[in-house]
């Protein structure tokens, strides 16, 4: 693809009106080889003849020297550099020497793990070691009938954290014989393991080990991440095992360009709003595909995937291109297995040209070679970004990304900063595997499986010691003869969901013709916000009118019907304090001043569709909105809130400003700033500016997780910590107005399941009014210390 000739062309085009914001080009970058240390047996050479590769990339020489000598190693290189190779080499050299070795790969999603599984096929039946090398996935799709086989075959198990958590480690004594020969442990996007999740799972790879100890293996851990700010210390954080970090890519990659694209104004005169951006995304695709562009497209929510593929359908049919309208799919979460990886197949074989896809298609999934990249709106983090870019250009030629704007305050902000996106260092993912309430449901998995012992405490680190006393004073656990019991009756695993949101699932069924048709599913968070009745639910281009929702039976009735709208949810959501903990002032180190006041507490949040409104396509005309009556979702959790003192809002208010606006902004500044104390993902917080329930201003954080996991009692304590931060991160920023680091909305958007074209998101709070409310809080007088 020429990416030059092919911009020229658009900005001659009849629709074009400066939408090009930036570009930047990022210029080619040849291979870097390098022979490993030891070589590899005849037959893998044979393997690396047939998939057309003459000599490793630096990284992948490497990887195998790291597992040569017993290293623990996380691979960090960009996308398609080949760092399957990293993990795979070192297991089928372990198989060829040992053929009783045993490895275990796990993968962040299913998908990826059944990707993998096809190239592993494909690989094995190349390098002719099928005696010996025996794949076989094992997750929630895998038939009851199939699983017993896989448990005594496969000698590389694919699985997924919660496969192996409630279903392979309670039940590790059928395991056995796996275990026992366990040699290697595949960690492959590591980037996906932030946050709760992330400290879940690390918890879930110490029992792994365990287990495997318990059987007599050790398994060195050969870990893999997209490109992020901190990999290695997440990598060791994860495993508990000190990581080799390589980092050195040596893959050669192609021309990129990567293109800022801002939709125009609908009226130049007023510049009230811009042109949709899920409209120019479609004809940005449009053009890529007839010019003979592999094309995939990311949508932030499922709604803009199928809105985007139901556009480029109409328009192709009335242009007369059913070729090309018979080469692209969408992709998202809900659509039944089958469905999924047929599509996947089509992408990968090449039978598709374009795929319109949310982030489900952002980790490694093989799309095959694809020569464009469109990202509709800014993805919440510069890793997603970059990782959503690189999907394109994932061999030597020249690509393109093109991110189209919302028109939202982060989306504008960064058409108007391009150095945002392309100087920014990348963000740092962050877990905390001993954090106490995490530490507790792991250890107490841990126990079901076998005893704890004081060995085994000390493996999961931190206060793991008096968890396990607390637990046993609670009866939870029962100590004997200095070691720990699992003491209910109940099934410990099942108690605990490593991703924090339901596993329960409500299926979209069509009834016609006397028969009945699943389409798909949709978790139960998510079916009050897209399958409520008189939802349009689009699938696969084809609008269905949801009749009825049986929350009992978790049953969605849908009918096809044509119609010219979509719908989306009217939310109403809350946060209340139902009761007080603990409350004292705010005491500064230093000086001992007391500056307002800090409460620690419970608060229930809750939301709640209680409408819905019907938006034209194309045009996003409102047309009608319906009340809905559905009942309301609720977390019941723990939270912190701060009130600044009085003489701090009387100081605002005689600088001209207003209290909401400065305490919005503190508030999204102690959602950034909280996390890199408490050990959290931000995605973990949210937070509120409150000044009717206790009848003054009031910010509230809160744990976005049922019961609460410890992150806003760390902020209660740490309250003057954290409020120094915010004031050295806003005046640390150098931006004149606000942005999005600092001020600007960390997560405070619409929920996911909106459509971004209807909603101007959250505005910045005003930087000058938070600086003066933040800088009278504290009593500076100078620079912040």
């Not at 637990?471 to 656990?477: C, Q, T, V």
Request: hydrophobic share 40%; charged share 25%.
């Amino acid at each position: 693809m020429n990416v030059e000739s092919f911009l020229a062309r658009l900005t001659r085009d009849r629709h074009y009106r400066d939408q090009i914001a930036a570009t930047r080009c990022i210029e080619p970058r040849a291979a870097e080889y390098r022979t490993p240390v030891s070589a590899l047996p005849d037959r893998l050479s044979r393997l690396l003849t047939a998939e057309n590769i003459e000599q490793l990339y630096w990284h992948q020489a490497d990887a195998l020297d790291a597992t040569g000598a017993g290293e623990n190693f996380v691979v960090c290189t960009g996308t398609a550099s080949g760092k399957s190779l990293c993990f795979h080499l070192p297991v089928f050299s372990s198989l060829i020497d040992d053929p009783g070795s045993r490895a275990l790969y796990l993968f962040p999603s299913k998908a990826l793990a059944y990707d993998q599984l096809g190239n592993l096929e494909r690989m094995v039946a190349a390098a002719g070691i099928g005696d010996i090398a025996k794949p076989g996935c094992y997750d929630g799709d895998t038939p009851t009938s199939k699983r017993p086989g896989i448990r005594r075959s496969a000698s590389m198990l694919l699985t997924n954290p919660d496969m192996l958590h409630i279903s392979v480690l309670p039940y590790h004594a059928k395991w056995a014989g796996f275990f026992a020969r366990l040699k290697y442990v595949i960690l492959d996007e590591i980037h996906s393991y932030r946050g709760i999740f992330g400290s879940h799972v690390a918890g879930v790879v110490r029992r792994l080990q365990r287990v495997a100890e318990h059987y007599g293996a050790s398994p060195q851990f050969l870990c893999a991440s997209a490109t992020l700010g901190n990999p290695r210390e997440l990598a060791e954080r994860l495993t508990g095992r000190p990581m080799r970090l390589i980092d050195r890519d040596g893959s050669p990659r192609g021309r990129r360009w990567f293109v800022l694209w801002n939709p125009p104004w609908v009226d130049d005169a007023t510049r009230i709003s811009r042109r949709s951006a899920n409209v120019e995304a479609q004809r940005l695709m449009e053009a890529l595909l007839e010019a003979g562009a592999g094309t995939i497209a990311f949508g932030k929510a499922r709604v803009v995937a199928e809105l985007l593929y139901k556009y480029l359908q109409e328009s192709l049919t009335q242009r007369k291109r059913p070729d090309l309208a018979a080469r692209i799919r969408p992709y998202r979460g809900g659509y039944l297995p089958l469905e999924r990886r047929e599509i996947e197949q089509a992408l990968f074989s090449g039978r598709l040209l374009g795929v319109c896809s949310t982030n489900a298609l952002e980790l490694g999934i093989d799309v095959g070679s694809l020569d464009a990249a469109i990202l509709i709106g800014f993805p919440s983090t510069l890793c997603s970004l970059w990782q959503q870019a690189g999907r394109a250009g994932r061999r030597q030629d020249e690509s393109l990304a093109i991110f189209v704007a919302y028109d939202d305050p982060v989306d504008q902000y960064l058409m108007r900063n391009a150095e945002f996106i392309f100087d920014k260092p990348l963000e740092k993912a962050v877990i905390d595997p001993q954090n106490p309430l995490i530490q507790a449901a792991q250890l107490g998995c841990a126990a079901f499986e076998l005893p704890l012992s004081a060995d085994d405490l000390a493996r999961f680190g931190g206060n793991a010691a008096e968890v396990a006393d607390a637990m046993a004073e609670d009866a939870k656990l029962r100590q004997t003869d200095g070691r720990y019991f699992w003491s209910s009756p109940d099934f410990a695993a099942a108690k605990v969901d490593l991703r924090t949101i339901s596993s329960a699932t409500y299926a979209i069924v069509e009834e016609r013709d006397g028969k009945r048709e699943v389409l798909g599913n949709v978790d139960s968070i998510s079916a009050p916000e897209l399958i409520y009745p008189g939802a349009v639910y689009l699938h696969q281009g084809e609008s269905y009118l949801v009749r009825e929702l049986d929350c009992s039976a978790k049953l969605a009735r849908v009918e096809r019907q044509e119609v010219d709208y979509y719908t989306q949810p009217v939310l109403a959501s809350e946060c209340r304090i139902v009761g007080q903990r603990l409350t004292e002032p705010i005491r500064f180190v230093g000086d001992g001043s007391e500056r307002g006041r800090r409460c620690f507490g419970d608060v229930l949040v809750k939301w709640q569709t209680t409408a819905f409104r019907k938006f034209k396509f194309y045009t996003t005309e409102l047309i009608g909105q319906t009340k809905a009556d559905l009942p309301p979702q609720t977390i019941n959790t723990s939270g912190c809130w701060f009130q600044p003192p009085p003489d701090a809002l009387a100081a605002l208010r005689d600088a001209g400003h207003k209290a909401f606006e400065a305490l919005s902004g503190i508030r999204n500044l102690l959602v950034v700033v909280l996390p890199t104390l408490a050990m959290s993902d931000r995605y973990d917080i949210g937070g509120v500016v409150d000044s009717s329930q206790l009848g003054v201003s009031t910010i509230i954080l809160y744990d976005r997780y049922e019961g609460g996991v410890g992150y806003c009692r760390h902020g209660y304590e740490c309250a003057s910590d954290l409020l120094r931060m915010a004031a050295e991160l806003l005046e640390g920023c150098g931006c004149e107005n606000g942005c999005p680091g600092c001020v600007g909305p960390p997560n405070l958007r619409v929920a996911i399941h909106h459509d971004p074209d209807l909603y101007r998101g959250y505005e910045f709070p005003d930087k000058a009014a938070t600086q003066v409310l933040l800088r009278a809080w504290l009593a500076l007088r100078g620079p912040v210390a």
